[in-house]
């Protein structure tokens, strides 16, 4: 739990009797859902008959929690994540590690909440609890359920099995089906303030902590996991490479990225893009902060219509940039495009 859900948990906690039989975290990624959905199960599960307000953090059940074994306690999630939070890097290639990379990405873990993960629940619906408490399900995040996953779901939500209590997470509820949702005592999950959120990560030893935050629209724990793997001096090194107006030099950079994960270049690229466009519509910067004086620099020199031209053109590379096969080739016409975009503030900077 972390400290901007103190408010939300005593609401709940006080309002234990009224969960019902299952609850949506809603609200946007990297705030703290999943870690409250499982602070949420511990109290839930816990058997200490002195606890008031949070688990224990003593007894069998919490201990059991805290090793993952808890016989009552299921997650649900793709195989993908699962796989990353064992500590699996999927995100970004790394270099120490290629073969083992290399040969995963021709297996791709699904990113889907196939059927069979539902239907495997029926074990545990049907029987009894382990220790005569609850039984929690935890899917996370919902949205991922396949239309067949969600569909036995919801079978399973209309007739609610007993002493179960499903508990969802979805970034994105619209992706759910609104019979789903509506199943769902529905909790929206706060952001926290950004003077919260920035001594929280700064106290986790990140610096540049409000430059970390705006690039992940203000998101603590996307600020904090970039910080830790690194991903945020790559995110910066790509910034300072196509935000320099002499040396940038699209097919050395294309052959820098080859194994970046291709969705985040794009999304890299969008945010620099509305960034600049941004800036010159409304004087206001989004996501990098600390660039103010270069962003300054190039978006008088750059044509605004070419520049709304290629932001419509990266929505479509972003859909593409799942299914490329080429990904050098598409790494080389997103960079280029944009060369071209500021061939015109390049040619008047040089002179
Ligand atoms: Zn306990």
């Known amino acids: 739990m972390y400290p901007w859900q103190n408010k939300i948990w005593e609401a709940l906690v006080k309002n234990n009797t009224s969960i019902g039989h299952a609850i949506l975290l809603k609200g946007k990624k990297g705030i703290g859902k999943l870690g409250f959905a499982k602070s949420m199960a511990k109290f839930l599960l816990c058997e200490s008959q002195e606890i008031i307000d949070e688990a224990c953090d003593n007894c069998l059940s919490c201990r059991w929690f805290e090793q993952n074994s808890h016989p009552d306690f299921n997650l649900v999630e793709p195989d993908a994540l699962a796989e990353s939070s064992n500590g699996f890097q999927t995100r970004l290639g790394s270099t120490s590690n290629d073969k083992l990379i290399s040969t995963k990405l021709k297996n791709k873990p699904s990113k889907q909440i196939g059927i069979d993960k539902i239907r495997a629940l029926s074990d545990v619906i049907n029987m009894s609890s382990h220790r005569n408490g609850y039984k929690i399900i935890l899917i996370q995040p919902a949205e991922s359920m396949n239309i067949a996953a969600a569909n036995a779901l919801l079978k399973n939500l209309e007739e609610p099995p007993p002493q179960t209590l499903f508990i969802l997470v979805a970034h994105n509820p619209h992706g759910l089906l609104p019979t789903i949702r509506s199943r769902c005592k529905q909790i929206t999950m706060p952001v926290p303030e950004l ?130 096969l080429n990904p050098r080739l598409f790494l080389e016409e997103i960079l280029i495009s944009y060369a071209q975009l500021m061939a015109q503030a390049r040619g008047k900077y040089v002179k």
């Open 195 to 324: 003077s919260l959120a920035k001594s929280w990560l700064e106290q986790n030893g990140v610096k540049e902590a409000h430059s970390a935050l705006a690039l992940v629209s203000n998101s603590p724990l996307t600020a904090l996991e970039n910080n830790t793997n690194n991903y945020y001096l790559e995110h910066m090194n790509f910034i300072n490479n196509i935000s320099a107006l002499k040396k940038f030099n699209p097919l050395a950079l294309a052959e820098e990225l080859q194994k970046t994960d291709l969705p985040t270049m794009v999304n890299w690229m969008q945010k620099w893009c509305y960034d600049l466009m941004s800036y010159r519509i409304t004087g206001k910067i989004r996501y990098h902060l600390s660039m103010q004086s270069r962003i300054e620099e190039l978006v008088l020199r750059i044509d605004l219509l070419q520049l709304a031209g290629y932001l419509r053109r990266l929505i479509d590379m972003q859909r593409l940039a799942h299914h490329t």
